[in-house]
Nanobody, 111 residues
């Protein structure tokens, strides 16, 4: 069974950067990053496929980038110029046929 594990979160100051990792135990064609900010529903952030198709939420394109290293079964989310409103729990999941949500990785951006 496919398993995904998120890592790389932490506490960073406004304007800082973080790179999140989503590691799977096997190659997954399409993986998306999501986030849930305080008081909000979980939202889609970015997607990557093994065919090098990528897409990032329009409002985040100037600061977030997604990439993958299939030799490591890992999808990355590079986040630059972080803002306090980016604070939340970040998750990755397969799409379609999503798996049960993992614990995610907490990102906290201080002002």
């Amino acid at each position: 069974q496919v398993q995904l594990v998120e890592s790389g979160g932490g506490l960073v100051r406004s304007g800082g950067s973080l790179t999140l990792s989503c590691r799977s135990n096997e190659t997954v064609f399409r993986i998306s990053w999501y986030r849930q900010t305080p008081g909000q529903e979980r939202e889609w952030v970015a997607m990557s496929t093994t065919t090098n198709y990528i897409n990032v939420k329009e409002s985040l394109k100037d600061r977030f980038a997604i990439s993958r290293d299939d030799s490591k079964n890992t999808v990355y989310l590079q986040m630059d110029n972080l803002k306090p409103e980016d604070t939340g729990v970040y998750y990755c999941n397969r799409f379609p046929a999503p798996l049960p949500w993992g614990r995610g990785t907490q990102v906290t951006v201080s002002s």
